[in-house]
């Protein structure tokens, strides 16, 4: 029985699991489109191609599998690579499938001819193209486990169009068994329980890929009976209960003085994933790469990324879930040497999120954080952005569920509107709330039109202050008073989003949002709330007068 190499891949994608898809269509890869006519495979259809990459990244990082984004060739392509940067440094299985040119055609610069193994070379964690049909199960296959291996990554496949239409009698691939991972070696966990048995000042950074529900349950009961307070790394805030008495905050953007002194000050520092990154290390000032202060255990899945940036006193290469289990088991070694530690800690992680100054404007976004907190069940989906709005989300909201927060690590604005577009795909019944700020929900705002015409009644809170106001704080550190290209005239969100098919509705003090949201919630739509923020009001802690008399 012969199929088209179109027909072949979607076969593949569907015994690998895949039961969602977000693309734009290009005729590149009709004959993909085609087989997806009779598939028991959704595909979300976006209106720009990072809309569907970064819904595809949240279904990666909601499912553990790779989100599944199908583009065109050339500015498709391009216009997906926000999402492939995202899915890379935020450690996401991904799988971006390109429709690719003719094969007769390659390398006369055709029309939209890229190549993408030079474009995405530096970008995804592996490149193919496939040439034959025949190989299309093979090499989907070895997309899956690359993408899902160790550190998990994107994955980009370029399909040219006549391969695809082409017929093969070829069988199916086996379906794809993800691996759980090495367990660590006996002799490093007594090793880590030796460390620890003298650690007076111990920390341990939870973040990035491979992170599962029981791992973080695992992980928590591990760091109460040792006393060893746990902090999230930048966007990992659901990977522990944030009720565990470990948890003591969040090594992000905006990181409380007090963490990050536990950081650059703790004897042993227990990675646990992640990278320790320049976010949740502040620049690399809380631990130095080459000449750490602090004794530091790595434990990650692929080996490749223990001593890459810092030595290590221990490294465990070991897949997470494995780790948690055995440390779970460990005895508990110098626990009563560092008594009321934990408590210490935990007590500063529970002032910073008590601790709100009262900021110019009658709408106080800390306020507004506390409804969600006090409204949204555990099971509540977050999305956001890149802005200084996100770093109220990040402080006084609190997770009890993984994986719960989608943020982009990578910094990307735009983010939170299209990865809550495919959590509502993923999960469409739980409450999924975006936070995005004015500049950035104008970047993929237009996938509200995705949410209307899919039925995923998503909820965007946009935090309107009428600038790309993170600039203009570093404009004003910087070049006090000196302000370029940081104001925005913005449109009438309300309106907007009414135009969209979607509910909107205006706030502007406090005491209005919580009926606002409930009804956004309750509305059975697509909804968007523009929350009109005083400009003043910038950071938790200053405002940009006071930033700017503070430069001047
Ligand atoms: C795709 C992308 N472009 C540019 C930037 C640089 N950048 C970071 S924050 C920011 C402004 C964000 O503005 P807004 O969304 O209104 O949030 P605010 O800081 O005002 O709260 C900019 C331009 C970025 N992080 N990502
Ligand atoms: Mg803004």
């Not at 104008?442 to 995923?456: C, D, F, H, N, P």
């Amino acid at each position: 029985m012969t199929r088209s190499g179109g027909q072949v891949l979607v076969d593949q994608l569907v015994l690998h699991g895949a039961d969602l898809a977000f693309g734009v269509p290009g005729e590149s890869y009709l004959a993909v489109l085609d087989a997806l006519h009779d598939a028991p495979l959704r595909l979300v259809v976006t209106r720009h191609e990072s809309g569907a990459a970064n819904m595809a990244e949240a279904y990666g990082k909601l499912t553990g599998r790779p989100g599944v984004c199908m583009v065109t060739r050339g500015p498709g392509a391009t216009n997906a690579s926000n999402g492939v940067h995202t899915a890379m440094q935020d450690s996401t299985p991904l799988l971006l499938l390109v429709g690719q040119i003719a094969r007769e055609t390659i390398g006369r610069e055709a029309f939209q001819e890229l190549d993408y193994r030079a474009v995405f070379g530096s970008m995804a964690k592996w490149v193919t193209q496939i040439d034959r049909a025949e190989r299309v199960p093979e090499l989907i296959a070895r997309a899956f486990a690359v993408a899902t291996s160790g550190r998990p990554g994107p994955v980009v496949v370029a399909l040219p169009e006549d391969m695809l239409a082409s017929e093969v009698d070829v069988p199916d691939a086996a379906p794809h068994r993800p691996l759980a991972g090495p367990a660590p070696a006996d002799s490093d966990i007594a090793r880590l329980g030796e460390l620890l048995a003298q650690a007076r000042a111990p920390l341990a950074v939870v973040g990035e890929g491979g992170w599962t529900a029981q791992t973080g349950a695992d992980i928590a009961a591990f760091a109460e009976a040792q006393g060893i307070p746990v902090a999230a790394s930048f966007r990992c805030q659901d990977y522990v209960d944030n009720a565990s008495p470990a948890y003591a905050g969040h090594a992000g953007l905006g990181m409380d003085p007090a963490l990050a002194r536990r950081i650059r000050e703790a004897d042993v520092l227990l990675a646990i994933g992640g990278r320790l990154g320049e976010i949740p290390t502040a620049g690399y000032t809380l631990v130095r790469p080459g000449a750490p202060t602090q004794r530091l255990v790595h434990v990650h899945p692929d080996a490749d990324e223990i001593g890459a940036v810092y030595p290590t006193e221990l490294g465990i290469a070991a897949g997470l879930e494995a780790f948690a289990a055995a440390a779970r088991r460990l005895q508990p070694s110098g626990a009563e040497a560092r008594a009321g530690l934990l408590e210490a800690a935990r007590g500063e992680y529970e002032r910073n999120l008590a601790e709100t100054r009262e900021l110019p404007g009658p709408l106080q976004m800390s306020a507004v954080m506390t409804t969600l907190r006090d409204r949204l069940p555990d099971e509540a989906i977050l999305t956001n952005g890149a802005g200084n709005f996100s770093v109220w989300a990040h402080r006084y909201y609190e997770f009890h569920r993984y994986p719960t927060q989608l943020g982009p690590r990578s910094g990307s604005m735009g983010y939170g509107v299209p990865a809550a577009v495919g959590a509502k795909a993923v999960h469409p019944d739980r409450p999924v709330v975006c936070i995005a700020g004015d500049g950035d929900f104008l970047m993929t705002g237009q996938e509200l039109a995705t949410a209307v015409q899919e039925e995923l009644p998503v909820v965007v809170l946009v935090v309107n202050n009428a600038m790309y106001g993170t600039i203009r704080m570093h404009q004003e550190r910087h070049y006090p008073g000196r302000v370029v290209g940081t104001d925005l005239r913005n449109p009438d969100f309300v309106a907007l989003a009414r135009a969209y098919g979607a509910h909107g509705a205006l706030v502007e003090r406090s005491e209005d949002f919580p009926a606002a949201l409930d009804e956004a919630l309750a509305c059975g739509r697509p909804a968007v709330i523009e929350l009109r923020v005083d400009p003043q009001a910038i950071t938790p802690r200053q405002t940009l007068d006071e930033i700017r008399a503070a430069a001047s």
